[in-house]
Structures are given as C-alpha cells and as structure tokens.
C-alpha cells in the first residue's frame, strides 16, 4: 500500500471502523512526520461535552502507527511490530478539531537498522501531541513500540 492520507483513511474505514466512525482522519504523511485530525462530536464525547480519552488516544496513537508501517515498508523487510505500553496527560477539555502530531521517523528508522544489525528487537518511545485550535496541547500520549526484523 502506498501511504497517502486517502490510502490510509481508506484502510482504517474497512479495518479499522471505530476509529473512522470516531472520527479520526489521517491528515498528512511525510518520512518524519504524520498529521491525524480528530473532531469533537456527539459519536465520540464523554459526558462532560468534551472527546473521550480513548477517541483521543485511538487519534494519537495512529500517527504514531502511521510512522511506524511506512518505515517498515521503506525497508522492505518483514518487522514484527506492537505496543507494549502507553502513558498518557490530559491538560485540558478537548474539544472542536484536535490535531495529533507525531515526529519519530528518524528513531523508527534507527531501530528498523538495529533491529536488522543485531538480530534483536528494539523499543522505542514515540510521543504524539493534540493540540486545539489555538495550538494549546490539551494531550500528550507515549507510545512504546517493540520492533523486531523477522528472520
């Protein structure tokens, strides 16, 4: 697959139908860098008027995700990939269009090349910020993937 915003938010609709009912739409691809919009409405509130946690954490983790298969198809190498924990901050009541932004490329790459080096899998800690409107962070989440080059 090649990754284009459209490509992606095509896949998620037909494998991943929550997040796209919920909301969540890839906005921008690049080598570094992956944009996800999420819009505060009535399918994806909590009872405060505000976009639930996990809308917001299905919106950040898939930058996060984004990066990490297109470094993988980059390679071409088969890589094992999963998330082995995750922390997350809220600093303020999420609501109109959240922009999630995650900046690993560099590191996904670097692990992908020690992963193929050593033979050994590779943790690594990508962050994606949503920020509002007015470019205020209302969250933060840490995503600590494991990658590992299949033999």
């Not at 915003?5 to 919920?22: D, E």
């Amino acid at each position: 697959m090649k990754f284009t915003p459209g490509k992606v938010n095509l896949f998620n609709f037909i494998n991943l139908p929550l997040a796209y009912i919920g909301g969540v739409r890839v906005r921008s691809i690049s080598n570094d860098k992956v944009v996800v919009s999420i819009k505060h409405r009535w399918m994806n509130q909590n009872p405060f008027k505000s976009i639930f946690w996990a809308a917001q954490g299905m919106a950040a983790e898939m930058p996060t995700g984004v990066l990490v298969m297109k470094a993988i198809k980059d390679s071409n190498r088969k890589v094992s990939m999963l998330v082995t924990k995750q922390e997350a901050e809220f600093y303020k009541k999420a609501t109109g269009k959240i922009i999630f932004t995650c900046n690993g490329g560099d590191e996904i790459r670097n692990a992908i090349k020690k992963s193929i080096a050593t033979g050994e899998g590779q943790v690594i800690v990508l962050t994606s910020e949503g920020k509002n409107k007015d470019g205020v962070v209302v969250s933060k989440f840490q995503f600590h993937w494991s990658l590992r080059v299949k033999p």
